[in-house]
């Protein structure tokens, strides 16, 4: 008896055992047959049968070949309808190892959104420690683009351990961040045209951060209408915390996403459920339109005599002046132009404002200081009427450089050419028939203006069809701004082929990184040759790294890194331009 009752419990066991695994399989198979249906593709790669031209021909053109080729099969694979203007972008990229995105944000967009969702990465707890934006386009209640920005923060909040320990966390190189600031990202990015004229959702703080980094920066022309999500959420008795919030919606998305992507997503869901989103929005404005600390003012009516001012700058800050231009005007007519060189600050540049105005370290190395030049410029400008093409900006270099000096601040009114006709110096010119022969010198730059402005008050109307259209390059190329063939490493470039390569390289399985500006060879060229040589080619240093080919001008975070790993017991070779030249060549 006791043996058949064991027999039957195992019995059933089995069954269950059985019946269990079953269910487990169908559930398995049904959960794989409800993907093939629903193909879920990863953010970063936009459906090909969904996505809009711009962010499609986007995604190829900075999308590495090799992750390309994989992607494009795995459509084919899953038999995804491809437009065969996205299969020729496919096919351009695949066969010559680029494609650029020939349609233009703003053209192709316009500047009207349902809203733009922001997000800020901070390097420690101070909001002004903000050092990228990341911003999310809704256009129709779908996802237009997606798009960050870098820009430095204040230096005595860069030099901090915790904000360098931040940068090391992220494999951050503090180069990516030195040479912009957030006004740069404001003006010349324009996301200013964005922000200004959509509504801003954000899900906290940003809305503070962002209007520190503004006022920061100095920005007055913004009025921007934010919207914040945590607000509308204790307002109404719902989560406040975003992961809940997210659970309350039954939202797909989760905090591995951006948070721009988030708060915008959120911002449907609160709309939909009835919940009145306009009386919950607040406008950031500046308290006024003028620096309480500035003794500038802004006169309606013009004066027949006036100086033109423009300066041009050796790094990423204000007072580091290096070239100064005045125009002088004497009853409405240009009578004397002055352009002075000056070394800046240490005599230090940065590559991205040499590649701006073309001006080196070289050419100022036996200049005069500005204290010196200033004593011949103070007289000139002391209770004189200053005007200049963005005089925020050049007015600004001239006070914040003062006061570098510790140098009195002279007393002028002022007025804007940019204010006055809404366009950049070059298509101002252009409007208005004014000569400018050497855009970036500063003397060409100030006489300019001072043409420009004498036409605007005498009645020249500007004449728009005179412009021509441009087309803006992709903002991620305007990132990393660099001399040509100098620009970061990408692509296939990043991945070895040991198979086809040398196995007595130096190089051969090593891995190699490149900072500065090689004089004598191009940097991408220099890539291609090392990874031939089986080179494991890394864009950061690494505890890992083997090689550190360094030109001028080598980033100051890779260097400290490589002294760092070096002092703990690691063997980093760093090897120069005249090094590497001659082992490259041997081989």
Avoid at 187 to 204: A, K, P, S, T
Avoid at 323 to 341: H, P, R, S
Avoid at 433 to 443: I, K, P, R, T
Avoid at 497 to 508: M, Q, V
Wanted: with cysteine; hydrophobic share 35%.
């Amino acid at each position: 008896m006791m043996g058949t009752t064991v027999i039957i419990i195992v019995i059933v066991i089995i069954l269950i055992f059985v019946i269990a695994k079953s269910s487990k399989k169908s559930g398995e198979s049904n959960y794989n047959k409800s993907d093939n249906r629903q193909i879920k593709l990863n953010v970063s790669f936009p459906d090909p049968e969904k996505a809009n031209d711009f962010k499609f021909y986007k995604y190829v053109q900075y999308e590495p070949v090799y992750k390309l080729e994989a992607t494009y099969q795995e459509m084919i694979r899953r038999c995804m309808k491809i437009k065969p203007e996205f299969e020729k972008a496919i096919q351009t990229k695949i066969k010559n190892g680029e494609f650029k995105n020939p349609l233009d944000f703003k053209e192709y967009f316009g500047t009207k959104f349902d809203m733009i969702g922001i997000h800020f990465i901070k390097g420690t707890d101070n909001l002004l420690s903000a050092f990228n934006i990341g911003l999310c386009f809704i256009q129709n209640e779908k996802v237009a683009d997606t798009e960050t920005y870098d820009f430095c923060p204040p230096e005595k909040i860069v030099e901090t351990k915790r904000f360098q320990k931040t940068l090391e966390l992220l494999d951050y190189e503090q180069e990516w961040i030195e040479d912009i600031s957030f006004k740069d990202v404001w003006e010349i990015f324009e996301i200013r045209d964005f922000l200004n004229h959509n509504l801003v959702v954000v899900w906290d703080e940003e809305a503070e951060t962002l209007e520190k980094v503004l006022k920061h920066n100095r920005i007055k022309d913004y009025n921007l209408s934010v919207l914040k999500i945590k607000d509308i959420a204790e307002a109404n008795n719902l989560p406040n915390l975003i992961d809940s919030l997210l659970k309350h919606f039954n939202s797909d998305l989760t905090l591995n996403d951006d948070l721009s992507l988030i708060v915008c997503d959120l911002m449907i869901e609160l709309k939909d459920s009835g919940i009145d989103i306009e009386s919950f929005v607040c406008s950031i404005k500046p308290v006024s339109t003028q620096s309480k600390s500035t003794k500038v003012s802004k006169p309606k009516a013009m004066n027949n005599d006036f100086i033109a001012l423009d300066v041009e700058t050796a790094i990423g800050k204000r007072w580091s002046i290096c070239q100064i231009g005045l125009a002088i005007v004497e009853n409405g007519k240009l009578k004397e132009t002055i352009t002075e060189l000056i070394q800046p600050p240490n005599n230090e540049y940065s590559r991205y404002n040499t590649n701006i105005h073309g001006i080196t370290s070289e050419m100022t190395a036996n200049k005069p200081k500005f204290p010196e030049i200033w004593g011949k410029i103070y007289p000139i400008i002391e209770n004189k009427k200053l005007v200049a093409h963005n005089a925020e900006f050049d007015i600004n270099c001239l006070h914040q450089t003062l006061d570098y000096y510790n140098l009195e601040i002279p007393n002028f009114d002022c007025d804007c050419t940019l204010n006055l006709t809404g366009q950049s110096l070059n298509d101002a010119c252009t409007s208005f028939n004014v000569s400018l022969e050497n855009h970036h010198d500063a003397g060409c730059d100030a006489e300019a203006c001072a043409n420009l402005y004498i036409k605007v008050f005498n009645g020249k109307k500007q004449v728009f069809s005179n412009v021509k259209p441009k087309r803006k390059s992709n903002p991620k190329s305007k990132q990393f701004v660099d001399l040509e063939g100098h620009g970061r490493i990408s692509g296939d470039l990043l991945k070895p082929d040991l198979e086809n390569a040398d196995l007595n390289s130096p190089f051969y399985n090593k891995k190699v990184v490149f900072t500065g500006v090689l004089k004598n060879i191009n940097r991408q060229e220099a890539a291609r040759i090392v990874k031939k040589m089986g080179a494991d080619i890394d864009t950061s240093i690494t505890k890992r790294t083997n090689f550190v080919i360094t030109g001028i001008d080598p980033g100051p975070s890779k260097m400290n890194k490589v002294i760092k790993y070096n002092n703990e017991g690691y063997d980093i070779k760093i090897l120069y331009e005249k090094d590497f030249l001659e082992m490259i060549e041997n081989k």
